[in-house]
């Protein structure tokens, strides 16, 4: 639901203004991925100096770090009850799925490289 703003803050799935209430709120933006990726590159010596990942979906991410096994381990500990459980499923088909933010939001990844560690794989999630 955008109204036109670039930045956006949530509460309880409502959008509300920006600096409502710092700290408590949830904030997103809309951001051209492209141009990023483009100006790190081009700052003097930068981009030999980071590594770009994505973006990609919020719901491949999350799935990629594990939220489905973590999610069932959750709902199927004893204590957890049919109403946790339905809350937990549901969270996770909010975050998740293409219908809802799944596919809307995006995940994009700046990592200081370390010539100490000279990683050749991205991190994980991407």
Avoid at 87 to 103: H, K
């Amino acid at each position: 639901q955008n109204n036109g703003d670039t930045i956006r803050a949530f509460r309880s799935h409502t959008q509300v203004p920006v600096l409502s209430s710092p700290g408590t709120v949830d904030v997103t933006t809309d951001v051209d991925f492209h141009a990023l990726r483009n100006a790190i590159s081009q700052i003097s010596g930068y981009g030999t100096r980071v590594g770009c990942y994505g973006p990609v979906t919020q719901g491949s991410f999350l799935a990629s770090m594990g939220v489905m096994e973590r999610a069932v381990a959750w709902i199927d500990k004893e204590s957890t009850s049919d109403e946790e459980a339905n809350d937990v499923v549901e969270a996770l088909d909010r975050l998740c799925s293409a219908e809802q933010m799944g596919e809307r939001y995006k995940v994009f990844c700046i990592v200081k490289k370390n010539p100490d560690f000279p990683y050749t794989s991205p991190p994980p999630g991407f």
